[in-house]
C-alpha cells in the first residue's frame, strides 16, 4: 500500500508540474475579467456557497477513471442564483463498449445569505449528479450525490493570497434508498497566484458504506486534493488526486481525475 500511495502521488505530482509548466508559458499576466469574477462553485466532489453570476455560463468537461467523462453546463439565472445540467458515461474513451449513467444529473444553488467581514455566505441547494461511474446492481455512483445540502464559505485575503475555508451537511434523497442518511463535508482553497489554486476537501461519507462495503470501507471518508490553473480567455484546468485513504476499495488505489472549465457571459 505506502508504494502504490507513493507511485499514485508521483504520477498526480508529474501531471501537476505538466500543466503548470504550460500554463506559466501561455497563461496571461493578468487573469481576465470572466475567470476574476468565477467564484468556486465546488471545492473537488462537494458544493460551497459559490454561484455563478446573472449571465454567466459555464461549461464544464471532467475526465475520471476507467474512460469515464462527465459534460455539463451551468447557468446564473440571477446573482444569487444558479441552474445546471449534466450527463455522461463509463468507458466513453478507450475499446470497451460505453455504460452511460442511469439518470442526467441537475444542480440548483441559490445563496440566501451573503458573505461579509463577520458572516460566511450560505447557500442551500440540490445535486443529483455523483461522482465516478453508475452502478445498476446497487443503483449508486461510485461517489454519491450531495442531494439536498446546505454550505457556507468564507474567504480572507492576505499578503500571501486569497485563503477560502468551507464546509456543510447534505442529505442524498436520489440514489439507493438503503443507504441514505445524513452526511457532512469540509475544505479549503488557497490562491498561490493569480493563475493557481491549490483545493482540498473530506466527505465524512457519513452516509455510506450501509449496503455494499466496497463503496466505504472503514470510518475514514473520503480525502480529495486538487490544483487549478486559470489560463487565458475563461479557461480553466484542474487536476484532482481522488479517494488519498482508499476508502472504497471497488477501485485498486488512488483516482486521478482531469476537469476542463470555460466560461462565458451573455446579456438577457
Avoid at 46 to 54: D, F, I
Wanted: one cysteine or more.
Amino acid at each position: 500500500m505506502p508504494g502504490q500511495l507513493a507511485r499514485s502521488l508521483a504520477l498526480f505530482l508529474f501531471i501537476f508540474a505538466l500543466v503548470l509548466t504550460t500554463g506559466i508559458s501561455i497563461a496571461v499576466a493578468q487573469t481576465p475579467d470572466n475567470v476574476a469574477n468565477l467564484e468556486l462553485l465546488q471545492l473537488i466532489h462537494t458544493p460551497n456557497a459559490g454561484v455563478l453570476k446573472k449571465g454567466q455560463y459555464l461549461v464544464d468537461l471532467h475526465a475520471y477513471g476507467n474512460g469515464g467523462l462527465n459534460m455539463g453546463i451551468g447557468i446564473g439565472l440571477f446573482d444569487r442564483m444558479m441552474f445546471g445540467v449534466s450527463y455522461g458515461g463509463n468507458s466513453l474513451l478507450g475499446y470497451e463498449k460505453p455504460v452511460w449513467n442511469d439518470l442526467p444529473g441537475m444542480v440548483f444553488k441559490y445563496r440566501f445569505i451573503e458573505e461579509d467581514n463577520v458572516f460566511p455566505a450560505i447557500t442551500v441547494g440540490f445535486d443529483m449528479q455523483g461522482k465516478g461511474a453508475w452502478f445498476d446492481g446497487v443503483d449508486r455512483y461510485q461517489f454519491k450525490a450531495p442531494g439536498l445540502f446546505a454550505a457556507a464559505s468564507r474567504n480572507f485575503i492576505s499578503e500571501f493570497g486569497r485563503f477560502g475555508i468551507h464546509g456543510g451537511a447534505n442529505y442524498n434523497t436520489i440514489e439507493n434508498e438503503n443507504d441514505s442518511g445524513l452526511d457532512f463535508f469540509c475544505g479549503a482553497d488557497m490562491s498561490l497566484s493569480e493563475q493557481l489554486i491549490l483545493i482540498g476537501e473530506y466527505d465524512f461519507a457519513l452516509d455510506d458504506n450501509k449496503e455494499d462495503q466496497r463503496f466505504g470501507e472503514g470510518p475514514y471518508g473520503y480525502l480529495n486534493l486538487g490544483v487549478r490553473l486559470v489560463f487565458a480567455q475563461s479557461l480553466v484546468i484542474e487536476v484532482d488526486a481522488t479517494d488519498l485513504l482508499n476508502t472504497s476499495t471497488i477501485t485498486p488505489g488512488i483516482g486521478r481525475e482531469i476537469k476542463i472549465m470555460y466560461l462565458e457571459t451573455f446579456s438577457f
